[in-house]
T-cell receptor, first 114, second 112 residues
Framework: DAGITQSPRHKVTETGTPVTLRCHQT?????MYWYRQDPGHGLRLIHY???????DKGEVSDGYSVSRSKTEDFLLTLESATSSQTSVYFC?????????????FGPGTRLTVL | KQEVTQIPAALSVPEGENLVLNCSFT??????LQWFRQDPGKGLTSLLL?????REQTSGRLNASLDKSSGRSTLYIAASQPGDSATYLC???????????FGPGTSLSVIP
């Protein structure tokens, strides 16, 4: 499992509240990713990071921000959650360091925004 | 813009059958293609990675082929077992620096 954990695993929140999801890895991999998975849309990239303080947007980044102050932690923040952000969120890492390598996924966080 | 499709969306087979899952992509200029498995309520598990220069990869009962010119990949599962029941996703990358584009997945049920 490449030592990836996500917290919380489940969260229910209300519209308009801020939410932060955490991805933690234990093996100092440089590249980390946040995806969301929705029925009918599959997996879509939200943001990714290629090093401490180095992040970039994916295809569905609106309404999300990320931070990476340490190699091992990649945080995803919903500043003001909306019902359209109800989804399952997955963190991933590239095992050998680059985009071109196999990606390994965390167990996911199920977020419900009421 | 690269688009990835997978047909069928769902498949049900009796145990012991050999089966083929299909993945199509619109832009044949890819760096690699990866097959994943996802069990209900779980994350994705990498099964096979095929580089653009390769035609196929094998792991146990799984064999993945790649035909870049036609924009297709297939995942062949031999002698299917109930434990193979899961959703199978394919994903492509345009270059080593690009992000992965996922297909919607095929939900497989192997009936004992």
């Amino acid at each position: 499992d490449a030592g990836i954990t996500q917290s919380p695993r489940h969260k229910v929140t209300e519209t308009g509240t801020p939410v932060t999801l955490r991805c933690h890895q234990t093996e100092n991999h440089r590249y980390m990713y946040w995806y969301r998975q929705d029925p009918g849309h599959g997996l879509r990239l939200i943001h990714y990071s290629y090093g401490v303080k180095d992040t970039d947007k994916g295809e569905v980044s609106d309404g999300y921000s990320v931070s990476r102050s340490k190699t091992e932690d990649f945080l995803l923040t919903l500043e003001s959650a909306t019902s359209s952000q109800t989804s399952v969120y997955f963190c991933a890492i590239s095992l050998a360091g680059g985009h071109g390598d196999t990606q390994y996924f965390g167990p996911g966080t199920r977020l419900t925004v009421l | 813009k690269q688009e990835v499709t997978q047909i069928p969306a769902a498949l049900s087979v009796p145990e012991g059958e050999n089966l083929v899952l299909n993945c199509s992509f619109t832009d044949s200029a890819i760096y690699n293609l990866q097959w994943f498995r996802q069990d209900p309520g779980k994350g994705l598990t990498s099964l096979l990675l095929i580089q653009s220069s390769q035609r196929e990869q094998t792991s146990g009962r799984l064999n993945a082929s790649l035909d870049k010119s036609s924009g297709r990949s297939t995942l062949y599962i031999a002698a299917s077992q109930p434990g193979d029941s899961a959703t199978y996703l394919c994903a492509v990358r345009k270059t080593s620096y690009d992000k992965v584009i996922f297909g919607p997945g095929t939900s497989l049920s192997v009936i004992p």
